[in-house]
């Protein structure tokens, strides 16, 4: 009887990952319900790492260009972006203004995919397909205009140290105009589709809110923190690439929940869409690429604005042709404290909704868990270097 | 009589299964996908029944491989005595009380299997099933009473000689109105719900089981729509060759699926449990229940409005 009792009152937990359909990546969270209601959070990431930093020290120079494309298939220009100004600055490399521009080009075109992207798979997380695909339907005309610049979908190596590597000539510029002009009206359309859908407004009034407080003491960075009302983006306060020549506003909500969420984006959608259209337009004339002799021992550390958020890269070179140390921060990371405020007291209907909202994107953040024996075990750098592959 | 009974099951058979494929194939269109073929039920169900079936070691075995043939049995009983395409039911008679307790043995076998299936994603799920149960019955069971009130019978295939939707219309519409729920499609999908429960109490269930239980489904959607089509639209319109008359009653069932489940999955996102209840026991219970009452208080607004009678 009294098992009858207890198992009646317990509460449930409910795992949500590592494979899960509400996911993109793997995570896990493990959820204590009540009924509906979700009374506890823990999550675990580290499941797909891919020991890039250390892969990073074995390349030459010219090589792990490549290799930092590839961290993120959505972020891959940003991550590269970032990574060759940090050895231009550490070289004293300057960087032609048309190259800066290409770079710059190529950095808000991924952000207006990336921003699609995440409205498509927020309509998936609610059940509203539709909304899927018709946004996925339109982000095929920015893959398709990354395929005219650079010849590739989604790893276009544009970057390379002292330039890019794709110019743009006459043509690709007015039809990129045209796209560009097409897509103006396609994030008007998916914009009011999104916030006029009495549907997806009592799915995300409210839902999995984080307050400015909790944003800035958890550290939340990007679209999650400028829907909580923190007024900080990388592009304004950074100035890097040609981001400097435009003034741009940080587009801000306050509740910081799923709706905020979705403004902040399409609003960024709209700035980027903008954006773009002005450097196609006021591109400069001049090289792509310059000259350089050799990279000198020196450590640099800057931040760009991935689609997602922040993202910092430190680099220390020591003469040779290889790395010292490359240590990557990516956005995720420091967006993924701000789940638990967000997930405490909402609806199991809701998790996948909150999990989306961040817009994470787990394997370019994931660091090492050992677990051994079931208990999970800090490495220390002795270890590290013996057992490593 | 055996002729007629062995028909109505293979129609029904046929039927909902395709009804699938044609749903799947609206939706696909309106999401700018060509879809799959019309056939894919029964592909997935002929698939299905051929592999093995699974049961968890936490289970009691006897209630979750009960659940799928029950759910089954229940429909195939139920579409004897729903008036598919003819003025009466395949066994010649049928009790309204009885046909609204086989529809709601799906969605029981759903819950019973689902709790006995020790996963916590089936408990939930089988939680708003329940929740969903009582949402869409409620509106259901009120329409229903007042068209048996109307007609002065319990027997289905005297209240399918009238086409009520043109004196009760507005019974008719909270009917139709609970369509989609019933069929478990999309804004009310919610004890399925992929990507938040991973399909909750179909998650342990493999192979015939499986096949067993989601065929409980989709017949009870198809007869779901015959028993509303039957009671509102009535069955004079059966009057020709049987072979046309079944090809009339599955286009009316096509066109009630295809515009109210299929378009209306098409345009919203999934609802949470709580909207689910607010919304059906809001508008459809009020419309059903303006009948009820003006139909009791003597009031026939249709036949003063138009001077109908019922046809």
């Not at chain 1, 892969?55 to 060759?84: A, D, W």
């Not at chain 1, 701000?338 to 817009?359: E, M, R, T």
């Not at chain 2, 489904?217 to 007869?223: A, G, I, M």
């Amino acid at each position: 009887m009294a098992d009858v009792e207890e198992r009646r009152f317990a509460k449930l937990k409910v795992p949500i990952g590592p494979s899960h359909p509400a996911l993109e990546e793997p995570a896990r969270f493990l959820f204590e319900v009540e009924g509906e209601k979700v009374v506890d959070v823990d999550y675990e990431i580290g499941y797909n790492h891919r020991s890039i930093e250390r892969l990073c020290q074995e390349r030459p120079f010219s090589k792990v260009v490549y290799l930092v494309e590839r961290i993120c298939g959505i972020c891959s220009h940003t991550h590269p972006l970032n990574h060759v100004e940090r050895v231009e600055d550490i070289a004293g490399i300057e960087v032609s203004e048309r190259a800066k521009y290409i770079r710059t080009i190529y950095a808000e075109l991924e952000r207006i995919h990336s921003h699609m992207l995440w409205a498509g798979i927020a309509g998936h997380e609610v059940g509203y397909y539709t909304l899927f695909m018709y946004t996925w339907r339109e982000r095929e005309k920015v893959m398709d205009l990354f395929e005219m610049l650079s010849g590739n979908r989604i790893m276009h190596g544009c970057n390379t140290i002292g330039g890019v590597k794709w110019n743009i000539s006459e043509e690709q510029a007015r039809s990129a105009a045209g796209v560009l002009a097409y897509l103006d009206t396609a994030a008007d359309k998916i914009t009011r589709a999104v916030l006029k859908d009495s549907n997806i407004a009592e799915r995300g009034k409210g839902v999995g809110s984080l307050s400015r407080e909790e944003a800035v003491r958890l550290g939340a960075v990007g679209p999650n923190a400028r829907a909580s009302g923190v007024p900080e983006d990388t592009r304004v306060m950074c100035k890097y690439a040609a981001y400097g020549d435009f003034d741009l506003e940080p587009q801000i909500a306050k509740d910081g929940d799923v709706i905020a969420q979705a403004l902040v984006r399409l609003a960024e959608l709209k700035q980027s869409i903008w954006l773009t259209k002005e450097l196609f337009a006021n591109l400069p004339e001049g090289p792509i690429q310059v000259e350089y002799d050799e990279i000198p021992p020196g450590r640099s550390v800057g931040r760009t604005e991935a689609p997602r958020g922040e993202l910092i890269h430190y680099t220390e070179t020591n003469g040779s042709r290889f790395f010292e140390r490359i240590k990557i921060r990516s956005p995720t990371l420091a967006n993924v404290p701000s789940y638990v405020p967000k997930f405490l007291g909402c609806q199991v209907a809701d998790i996948p909704i909150i999990a989306a909202s961040i817009d994470p994107c787990f394997s370019c953040t994931d660091r090492m868990t050992v677990i051994k024996n079931g208990k999970r075990k800090i490495v220390s750098a002795q270890e590290l270097r013996t057992g490593r592959i | 009589m055996l002729a007629a009974i062995i028909g109505a099951l293979v129609y029904v058979f046929v039927a909902a299964l395709l009804l699938q494929g044609i749903r799947r194939i609206v939706v696909a269109h309106s999401q700018f996908r060509k879809g799959p073929s019309i056939f894919q039920s029964f592909y997935d169900f002929f698939k299905l029944m051929g592999k093995e079936s699974l049961t968890p070691n936490v289970t009691s075995p006897l209630l979750f491989n009960l659940a799928p043939i029950l759910s089954v049995a229940s429909m195939l009983v139920a579409a004897l005595i729903i008036p598919l395409a003819a003025s009466a039911s395949a066994v010649g008679v049928g009790d309204l009380i009885v046909v609204i307790y086989l529809l709601a043995i799906p969605p029981i076998s759903l819950i019973l299997g689902g709790s006995a299936s020790g996963s916590p994603y089936a408990a939930i799920g089988a939680a708003r099933e329940v929740a969903l149960l009582i949402a869409y019955e409620v509106p259901f069971i009120i329409a229903m009473v007042t068209v048996a009130l109307a007609s002065g019978s319990l027997q289905l295939n005297t209240m399918a000689a009238t086409s009520w939707i043109t004196v009760l219309p507005l019974a008719g519409i909270a009917a139709i109105w609970t369509l989609p729920a019933a069929a478990a499609a999309q804004p009310f999908d919610i004890a399925e719900a992929e990507t938040e429960i991973v399909s909750g109490p179909y998650v342990e269930y493999s192979g015939p089981n499986l096949a067993l239980l989601k065929l409980g489904q989709w017949l009870k959607t198809f007869l779901y729509a015959s028993l509303i089509a039957a009671v509102f639209f009535g069955t004079a319109i059966y009057h020709f060759q049987p072979v046309l008359n079944f090809i009339i009653q599955f286009a009316i069932i096509a066109v009630l699926i295809s515009a109210f489940i299929a378009f209306w999955q098409a345009t919203t996102g999934r609802t949470r449990v709580t909207q689910v209840l607010k919304y059906y026991w809001a508008f459809p219970t009020l419309l059903a229940a303006i009948d009820l009452v003006l139909y009791v208080a003597g009031i026939r607004y249709m036949h003063l409005l138009f001077g109908w009678a019922g046809l």
